[in-house]
């Protein structure tokens, strides 16, 4: 059974830089997508971005400039930085193993995404 | 289209049927998830694809799609099924995913 277990400093200053990681425990790392999710006190979930088992990634147009998601196949972790936090950051960090699938066939196909492990969460305060 | 949009809140007798919504138009092009998250745990996945569950969620949950609206359907509500329920998808770009608003069920 896969698990992902997630660590990283929880307290920070604003300015600093939020830099989180997480281990893939029980299962391939290629063929999924990696990400990383964030909820604020109270609100719901925003994603942030995600990188495949090639390096390949994608970023939440809102977060772009700041962030960045990295990956070491050989010890199975992918890692999130986030630079020049502020209060605004402040949230329950997961981090998830996403899948595609599809149906039909060449142009007709149909495909869809999910998260279907989840780290247990990391929270993060940015704090002067 | 990078909008998926849920009703806030949605209420449900204990044992009767509910239905939670997602509108959006990248829906058009991917089919969604759905999430359950009950306070202070991770969200868990229920249901992906056309209406595929995995593992260990039981069969009283169950999705749809109609054009740009997804459904998750809990039929014969359970006390435990209180919780948020969030639905997800790639926006009309297929680079980015977004997520629903989330919607808070209440058993009554």
């Known amino acids: 059974q896969v698990q992902l277990q997630q660590w990283g400093a929880g307290l920070l200053k604003p300015s600093e830089t939020l830099s989180l990681t997480c281990a893939v425990y029980?299962?391939?790392?290629?063929?999924?997508?990696w990400s990383w999710i964030r909820q604020s006190p109270g609100k719901g979930l925003e994603w942030i971005g995600e990188i495949d088992h090639s390096g390949s990634t994608n970023y939440n147009p809102s977060l772009k400039s700041r962030v960045t998601i990295s990956i070491d196949t050989s010890k199975k972790q992918f890692s999130l930085k986030l630079t020049s936090v502020t209060a605004a950051d402040t949230a329950v960090y997961y981090c998830?193993?996403?899948?595609?699938?599809?149906?039909?066939?060449?142009?007709?196909?149909?495909?869809?995404?999910?998260?279907?492990?989840w780290g247990k969460g990391t929270t993060v305060t940015v704090s002067s | 289209s990078s909008e998926l949009t849920q009703d806030p809140a949605v209420s449900v007798a204990l044992g009767q049927t509910v239905r939670i919504t997602c509108q959006g138009d990248?829906?058009?092009?991917?089919?969604g998830s759905w999430y359950q998250q009950k306070p202070g745990q991770a969200p868990k996945l229920l249901i992906y694809?056309?209406?595929d569950r995995p593992s260990g969620i039981p069969d009283r949950f169950s999705g749809s799609l109609s054009g740009n609206t997804a459904s998750l359907t809990i039929t014969g509500t359970q006390a435990e099924d209180e919780a948020d329920y969030y639905c997800?998808?790639?926006?009309?770009?297929?680079?980015?995913?977004?997520f629903g608003g989330g919607t808070a069920l209440t058993v009554l």
């Open positions: 990248s829906l058009r092009s991917y089919y």
């Open positions: 029980g299962g391939s790392f290629n063929g999924y997508y």
């Open positions: 998830a193993r996403g899948g595609r699938g599809f149906y039909g066939s060449g142009s007709s196909s149909i495909y869809y995404y999910y998260m279907d492990v």
């Open positions: 694809g056309k209406n």
């Open positions: 997800n998808s790639r926006d009309s770009s297929g680079y980015h995913l977004i």
